[in-house]
């Protein structure tokens, strides 16, 4: 388990594998529904995840790669590209600055 | 921020879109995917496989009816430049119990894919456009719905 303060977050990347299709898709739809928060979303190959990441959302089955990858930062992982909850709990919490456990 | 973009006609050519398919199995429909890719010179013919080990490990069912198969960042030298197939499986196909109707093949080399893949998110989460976009039958109705709508 990690805690996010959603108020901290400068910079969200969603991973995958190649960083080529699924995290694309994924991060463009981040990007619109946090426009407003000043959130840096950007995409990435789970193993190249930048450093300065303040949380990485990524599909369940890399979730232990991106751990591994940046073991100081919160890996929420989700299932379902579009509409998955863990990851609307984190857009939530961004907007709203709550603090969540992931 | 803006991102290159490349016309929409020339990542997703014609060429690479076959709108009445049939495929058994899910790696049929990779194949097909990756022979639009190939039709286009997009890339090498190893890629294809790549698509089918990226698949094994993890899925790139999206929802709505909708994959996105594409390689393995280890087979991203197998990619000569970025382009998009589309394949519609009218009767759908069994792809690891999800049903797909239409599989995207992804090529990237480069950048100039993103608009066309946050403009097909954007799609996918309208049901009623998702709808439209599986249930297309000419290359007119997919340009029409992938045609991005926000300025860049």
């Known amino acids: 388990m990690a805690t996010i303060d959603g108020s ?32 840096t979303v950007e995409h990435s190959p789970v193993a190249t995840i930048p450093g300065d ?22 890996v929420v992982p989700f299932q379902l590209f579009l509409g998955d909850p863990a990851v609307a709990k984190v857009v939530k919490a961004i907007l709203d600055g709550d603090t969540i456990e992931v | 921020m803006s991102e290159e973009t490349t016309p929409l006609t020339e990542l997703l050519a014609e060429a690479s879109i076959d709108l009445d398919a049939s495929a058994a199995s899910r790696d049929e429909a990779i194949r097909l995917a990756g022979a639009g890719l190939l039709a286009v010179g997009a890339i090498d013919e190893s890629y294809v496989d790549a698509m089918i080990d990226r ?23 197998s990619v000569k430049s970025d382009a998009l197939s ?8 069994d792809w690891d119990g999800n049903d797909v109707r239409i599989a995207f093949g992804i090529a990237a080399k480069g950048n100039g894919h993103i608009a066309l893949l946050s403009q097909l998110a954007t799609v996918l989460m309208d049901p009623e456009k998702a709808a439209a976009l599986r249930a297309a039958e000419t290359t007119e109705q997919v ?10």
Do not use: W
């Open chain 2, 143 to 152: 340009y029409a719905l992938l045609e991005s709508d926000e300025d860049e």
């Open chain 2, 55 to 77: 698949e094994n490990s993890v899925s790139t069912f999206m929802g709505e009816g909708v994959a996105i198969p594409h390689g393995t960042l280890a087979a991203k030298d």
């Open chain 2, 86 to 93: 589309l394949v519609r499986f009218p009767a759908g196909v």
């Open chain 1, 53 to 74: 990441a303040d949380v990485v959302v990524t599909q369940a089955g890399l979730a232990d790669r991106a751990r591994g990858v940046v073991p100081d930062v919160p």
């Open chain 1, 8 to 39: 901290s977050i400068k910079k969200l990347i969603v991973a995958c594998d190649a960083g080529m299709g699924s995290s694309v898709m994924l991060a463009s739809q981040l990007k619109k529904q946090l426009a407003k928060s000043g959130v």
